[in-house]
């Protein structure tokens, strides 16, 4: 069956960098839609940006400017680079991704990974 397998989280300082990494396999006949969410603690999950098949994105505001979401389509991944970060910013993120099943028939179906923590602080 399919798998999203996200890497590249860790420990970083404000101000500092992230890239993180998120990629699908399995029988995958195609990928639509491909996020990044976020769940801090005591929070509820929120989309952090989304990128469609044809390249357009959105960004929720807290990291618009900071974030930027790209997608490898030969690779079937998502990357998530992140800037500036802040304290704010400490979540465990997660891939989400919108993905039509090879051999299976009914549209997209979404799919998650297991999630990469993030944590900023000096």
């Known amino acids: 069956q399919v798998q999203l397998v996200e890497s590249g989280g860790g420990l970083v300082q404000p101000g500092g960098s992230l890239r993180l990494s998120c990629a699908a396999s399995?029988?995958?006949?195609?990928?639509?839609?491909m996020a990044w969410y976020r769940q801090a603690p005591g929070k509820e999950r929120e989309l952090v940006a989304r990128i469609t098949s044809g390249g357009n994105t959105n960004f929720a505001d807290s990291v618009k400017g900071r974030f930027t979401i790209s997608r490898d389509n030969a690779k079937n991944t998502v990357i998530l680079q992140m800037n500036s970060l802040k304290p704010e910013d400490t979540a465990v993120y997660y891939c989400n991704a919108a993905i039509w099943v090879r051999y299976i028939s009914g549209g997209y179906k979404n799919y998650w990974g297991q999630g990469t923590q993030v944590t900023v602080s000096s």
């Open positions: 399995g029988s995958i006949s195609d990928i639509d839609g």
